[in-house]
Every structure is written in C-alpha cells, then in structure tokens.
C-alpha cells in the first residue's frame, strides 16, 4: 500500500513566493506614489501661499504708502548709529566695579564761571551717499563760519586703503574753506565690527599701516584737506576680541603722527561707556598722539529687546535715582573718566546729539523714565529722530514735553509715542558744561540731524548747533 504524505511541492513554491513578491513591490510603488502625490500637494500649497502673502504684502505696502508716505530707506548712517547704540546697550551688561565713583553736579566744574578760550564746535556732516532722503544734506546749504571743523562722514577701508568716492562733493567741501579760511575739513574713516573689521585687518602689520598712511597722505594732499578723524567702534571690544589691538591702535596713531607732523590734524571718536574705554584705549598714550578726541556722549539709553525701558539719550548728570552703574550713564561721568585717566582738557572735545531715539510705550499711562516699553517708536528709522522729527512731535496736539531738572535733559510722550532728545535748553546747559570745565570744545553730531534751514523748527538756519556756538563764545555767562 502506498502511502501520499502531502507537503509543499516544489514547483508550487516557485508559483507562489514570484506572487507574493509582486504583491510587495505593488505595495511599495503605491505608498511611494502616494507620499510623491503629498509631496507635490504640500509643494503647490506653498507656492500658492507664498504667493498669497507677497499680495498681502503688497496691499499692507500699499496702505502704508497711502497713510504715512514713501517707506524709509535704512540708510548707512542708520545702520553704523544702530551698531553703536546696541554697543552701547551690550557695554551696559558688562562686569563693572560695584565701587563706582560718582560725579555730581557740584563735582562737575571747577570755577562755576566760564573759562574764556577760544572753543572749537566739531561738526560732523554726513555725505548724501551715506544719509537717508530725509536727512540728505549738500554742501551748497552749509553756513561755512557756524563751526570750527568740519568732519566728512565718512570714507570707508579697503584692503588697508581708503576707500572714497565722493570726490565731487568733496571739492564742494573745499569751496566752503575759499569762504572762510579759518575752517578745518577732516574726513572721517570707520569701521566697526558688525562689519567686516576692517581695521583690526589694517593695523595687525607694519605693512598694512604704511599702505593706510599713504592713502591717507594722498587724500589729504589732493583735496588740500587739513586732517583725518579716526572712528572704530572700537579696538579690542567685545570682550572676545583680541586685546592687542588696544596696543596696535597706539602705534598706528604714533606711526600716522610721524609722517603727519604738525601740518595734518589727527583725531579720534571715542566711546563713552566706561567698560568699553577701559578696555579698548591706552589713554595715556592716545593723548601723545592725537590733536583732540571726540567722545561720543550719546546713545547712553535707547530700546533694545532685553531692556525694555525708556531713558535719556544724552544726559547731563545721572538722576538721584540712579544706581550703580546707571550712575555711569551721563556726560559729566564720562568727561572725569577720561580726565582722570590722563586725557588733557586741551584735547577733549565733548559729544552732542541733534538727533534723539524713540519709543513705544507699553502703558501710555507709564509715561516718565524706565517707564515698559515694547519697541522702537513708529517715528524715524529704527528710533532714530532728527531734530526736525521731534519738532513736529512736540508741536503735534496732544504731546506733553516734560524737562528733567536732574539730567537736564527733556522727554515728550503722546499716547503711545515716547521721544528722549535734545532741545536749546538742554545744549545750553552742555555748552555751558563746556565753558564751565575748560576742556576744548564741543562735538556736534551731526548737521544733518538739526534743521539745516530751519522751516520745520521754526527758526534760523541749524538752529541747535548755532545755539551751542552762541553759548561757546559768550564770555558773559
């Protein structure tokens, strides 16, 4: 008897396991056809929202356009003050000695009568390419016997040469010294390290020097230019900078004073706050070398993200309630601080803004110093305010102008709109200061920033930077 035992047989195999793997490559090819069909669903899905958004955009650009104007232009000055004033505010986080020493306003003078000398008013004028339309200001409008000097901002560096191309403007500049003889021209070179540094590049070899010193001298003779104005915001800082280029910035102002002589003026913008001036200059050694520095006595307070709060762009003296290192934060402080530290009266020029920062309020009912905010204010570009802006907003109906007695500085505030600036009162005090001190002059920032014809402010021609002159040379006061 045979007996059949029943198990797979070959040849079923080879019929069945081909089946089974068709299957499996079907279902393959069917989920991979499905997640290409989703990939394309998702990519036309963006392709039509973008395209809806840059429609929103537009109308929002468009309403804009119909209820404030022509959008501003974030000009070269804008984006350079920007840096500095952030600089400024991230100086603010650094270490600083608990032990501060605080200079009151009866420390400020040392006679209480003005000193007669002959001031000089420094004043920086910057060239239509860098400026915005607002602020765009031809040489032809310039009242050439309104300051001493005159710094062109600015020229730029290329490969340790500077780098500028305005030189029709430049010879416009000249004209006005057939005017007035007695005026100093300076053009002004910068660098600051949200850019590429191109300074901390030049000065880093003997080499480098030499070929920005040439470049220099070759300015200088072809447009009978009387100096240059040096404005690196600012060697060896940050922190993680390298510190040597404190030293390396010492020998190329030694180095630009030898093949200057006494027939070219050199100068230097400085900082105010005091992390950074202990950091990034050798004081001593600067006062050596330059005619005069410009210490840049603004941008003490402006809105940054992660300190919210209101606060004077240019203060005279710190408040009584100030504390710690916001004692710090004022022009009176500064000045002793490069006095203390070796920088002689003769060659201190003291900053004043024309232009101020804006805010907006948080709660238009927390309207005073430190008050919450929770941007830049929708006036000027990025907070920055021109003269002829804040002209416009204390006349508006409905601002309020407050003066503080302490800072001697003003503010105005209307609903959600916060103005720290400058007006005759307060750059009457600071050119008092002046007088008062016995330092060199006064630095002014800038001419663009005043009214230069004065239709907006009601009023002369500059009317701020011709009432910090009338102060200078009033030997009555």
Not at 32 to 61: D, M, N, P, R, Y
Not at 365 to 371: D, E, I, K, R, Y
Request: proline fraction near 5%; glycine fraction near 4%.
């Amino acid at each position: 008897m045979v007996l059949f035992h029943y198990s797979n047989d070959p040849k079923y195999q080879l019929l069945e396991n081909p089946s089974k793997r068709c299957k499996f490559v079907a279902h393959s090819w069917a989920v991979f056809g499905l997640v290409v069909l989703c990939i394309c669903i998702a990519f036309i899905s963006l392709i039509i929202l973008c395209g809806q958004i840059k429609q929103t955009e537009h109308k929002a650009e468009t309403l804009d356009f119909v209820l404030f104007g022509p959008k501003r232009e974030i000009s070269d000055i804008v984006r350079f003050s920007e840096y500095r004033a952030l600089t400024y505010a991230l100086a603010n986080k650094s270490d600083v000695n608990d032990n501060i020493q605080s200079y009151t306003s009866n420390e400020s003078v040392e006679t209480y009568q003005h000193i007669p000398l002959n001031y000089k008013l420094i004043c920086y004028y910057v060239i239509p390419s860098r400026s915005s339309s607002q602020d765009r200001l031809y040489p032809s409008k310039i009242d050439p016997f309104l300051c001493t000097h005159i710094i062109i901002f600015f020229a730029s560096l290329n490969d340790s040469i500077i780098n500028f191309s305005d030189f029709e403007l430049m010879e416009s500049m000249i004209k006005l010294k057939l005017k007035n003889s007695n005026l100093k021209l300076l053009l002004s070179v910068v660098s600051f390290s949200a850019s590429e540094d191109h300074f901390a590049q030049m000065i880093s070899t003997v080499n480098n020097r030499q070929r920005f010193i040439e470049s220099a001298l070759q300015l200088l003779k072809r447009y009978s230019l009387d100096g240059i104005d040096l404005d690196w915001e600012f060697p060896a800082w940050p922190p993680n900078k390298d510190i040597k280029q404190k030293d390396q910035f010492v020998q190329l102002l030694k180095e630009m004073r030898y093949a200057f002589g006494n027939k070219y003026l050199l100068s230097v913008a400085v900082a105010a706050p005091i992390t950074i001036v202990e950091r990034s200059y050798d004081i001593p050694k600067l006062a050596l070398y330059v005619d005069f520095i410009n210490i840049m006595c603004y941008d003490y307070h402006s809105f940054v993200w992660y300190l919210p709060l209101t606060g004077p762009n240019a203060p005279l003296y710190s408040d009584v309630n100030d504390k710690g290192y916001q004692k710090t934060l004022n022009t009176n402080y500064t000045v002793h601080l490069w006095l203390k530290n070796g920088m002689p009266k003769n060659k201190i020029m003291v900053g004043m803004p024309t232009y101020g920062h804006s805010w907006t309020l948080l709660d238009p009912q927390n309207n005073g110093f430190n008050a919450l905010a929770e941007n830049f204010g929708s006036i000027g570009e990025k907070g920055f305010i021109s003269y002829r802006d804040t002209c416009k907003f204390i006349n508006s109906s409905g601002t309020a102008e407050v003066f503080n007695g302490n800072m001697r500085v003003p503010y105005a505030y209307k609903q959600r709109e916060w103005f720290s600036y400058d007006n005759f009162k307060s750059l009457s005090y600071k050119a008092e200061y002046v007088t008062e001190m016995g330092v060199a002059g006064a630095m002014i920032f800038s001419l663009n920033h005043d009214d230069p014809e004065g239709l907006i402010c009601g009023s002369t021609p500059f009317p701020l930077v011709s009432r910090i002159k009338a102060v200078l040379e009033d030997n009555d006061l």
